[in-house]
Every structure is written in structure tokens, then in C-alpha cells.
């Protein structure tokens, strides 16, 4: 069983530069949640997608995007990056499969952003 | 909306010694209730997690967690550390957003073990 992977590991950008992050779920996950860890805090939630709909946003502002594939695979836009974009970006996949259960999400190993 | 607050950010224990971290949730109902850990470079890997089943929760590495409602309390311990229990911890509750649920985070207590 594969589980969660991302890449890049590392990406370095400047200022007003635009970026994608991809993620690959863990087999047999439908749901990718994407999360923000600034240096020193902890992850802050963006956003979840769920056959290929975006169904949960956090406090971040529009410049932020994503997608999810039919694979359930997912990637992260970020556009006109700014300094304070500079994190460790998680992705997570869990599987929804209804009711009020809640299914844990895998993370996988993150990609550090460097915005200069 | 629920919340989680992780007392101290740095923690130092000797090894061998009990390792105690501290997380208080904001809630009025019993949440969803989980300890993460992260090794340096690392992603995320789930230690434990309550789910209104029993108050005592045990996970990996010898970890556990006691939920105490009276206290709004989800504290972390093992009895005897390893140098190999050094990493950054967090304590994380389930938040709807939309139809999304979402993991909120503490700000994390980095423990640090001494020889």
C-alpha cells in the first residue's frame, strides 16, 4: 500500500510568482485535505476536496486554489505569492464514506515553500 | 467553535524520566480528540485519538492520553522517555468547515530529551 506522497520536497519562488503543489493520496482515499505549517506553529487547514469538489475552506484568501483529479490525486495553486507564504505545505487523504464518522487523515512528508 | 491550547512550547525531560504534555480543548460537547507527532523534515503521524469510546486512549510508542471532561483535558504522557521521543507534538480536534472536517492544531510543544 503506497501512502501519502508530494512533491516537490523543496521549491524556492520570488515574490508575485505563482506555484503549484501536487499530492498523491494513499490508496483507496477520495478525500485530500491541504494544510499550511508556518515555521514554529502549527498546520493550519486551507482547504478539503471530495470527488473533485472543493467541500471545506479555512481562513486563507482566493489566491489560494486547488483541484482533485478522478485518481483523487490533488494540487495546491498559490498565486502572486507573498513573503508570508513561506511554509511547509501537508496534504492529507482520508476516506469519507458518509454518516458523521470521522476518518483519519495520512499526511504525507510536506513541501518546505521558500518565497524570497 | 472548538479549539486546542498546548501549555509550553519547549519541554526538556531527562531520559527515562515521565514525559507529561499538557492540551486543553475549548468545546461544549466531547470532540474528536488526537496527539500528532512530527519528526524534523517530516510530515505528521497520529500517536492517538479519543472518540468517545474509552477515557484512556492508548497509541504508539507507548504513549497515551487521558480524557478528563471535568478538566476540558487531553494530556499526553509516557512513562519513560526515549532519546528517540524527540520531536514536535501537536493536539488536534475535528472543526466542520462547510461539509469538510478539518483538523484545528495546537501551536505545538517540541520535546527535547537529555542523555
Known amino acids: 500500500e503506497t501512502g501519502v506522497t508530494q512533491s516537490p520536497t523543496h521549491l524556492i519562488k520570488t515574490r508575485g510568482q505563482q506555484v503549484t503543489l501536487r499530492c498523491s493520496s494513499q490508496?483507496?482515499?477520495?478525500?485530500v485535505s491541504w494544510y499550511q505549517q508556518a515555521l514554529g506553529q502549527g498546520p493550519q487547514f486551507i482547504f478539503q476536496?471530495?470527488?473533485?469538489?472543493?467541500?471545506g475552506r479555512g481562513n486563507f484568501p482566493p489566491r489560494f486554489s486547488g483541484l482533485q483529479f478522478p485518481n483523487y490525486s490533488s494540487e495546491l495553486n498559490v498565486n502572486a505569492l507573498e513573503l508570508d507564504d513561506s511554509a511547509l505545505y501537508l496534504c492529507?487523504?482520508?476516506?469519507?464514506?458518509?454518516?458523521?464518522?470521522?476518518?483519519?487523515?495520512?499526511f504525507g512528508p510536506g513541501t518546505r515553500l521558500t518565497v524570497l | 467553535a472548538q479549539s486546542v491550547t498546548q501549555l509550553g512550547s519547549h519541554v526538556s525531560v531527562s531520559e527515562g524520566a515521565l514525559v507529561l504534555l499538557r492540551c486543553n480543548y475549548s468545546?461544549?460537547?466531547?470532540?474528536?480528540l488526537f496527539w500528532y507527532v512530527q519528526y524534523p523534515n517530516q510530515g505528521l503521524q497520529l500517536l492517538l485519538k479519543?472518540?468517545?469510546?474509552?477515557?484512556l486512549v492508548k497509541g504508539i510508542n507507548g504513549f497515551e492520553a487521558e480524557f478528563k471532561k471535568s478538566e476540558t483535558s487531553f494530556h499526553l504522557t509516557k512513562p519513560s522517555a526515549h532519546m528517540s521521543d524527540a520531536a514536535e507534538y501537536f493536539c488536534?480536534?475535528?472543526?466542520?468547515?462547510?461539509?469538510?472536517?478539518?483538523?484545528?492544531f495546537g501551536s505545538g510543544t517540541q520535546l527535547t530529551v537529555l542523555p
Open positions: 476536496y471530495y470527488r473533485e469538489e472543493e467541500n
Open positions: 468545546s461544549s460537547v466531547p470532540p474528536y
Open positions: 492529507a487523504s482520508s476516506l469519507t464514506s458518509g454518516g458523521d464518522n470521522y476518518n483519519e487523515q495520512f
Open positions: 488536534a480536534v475535528i472543526l466542520r468547515s462547510g461539509s469538510a472536517r478539518q483538523l484545528t
Open positions: 479519543y472518540t468517545s469510546a474509552a477515557t
Open positions: 490508496s483507496g482515499h477520495n478525500t
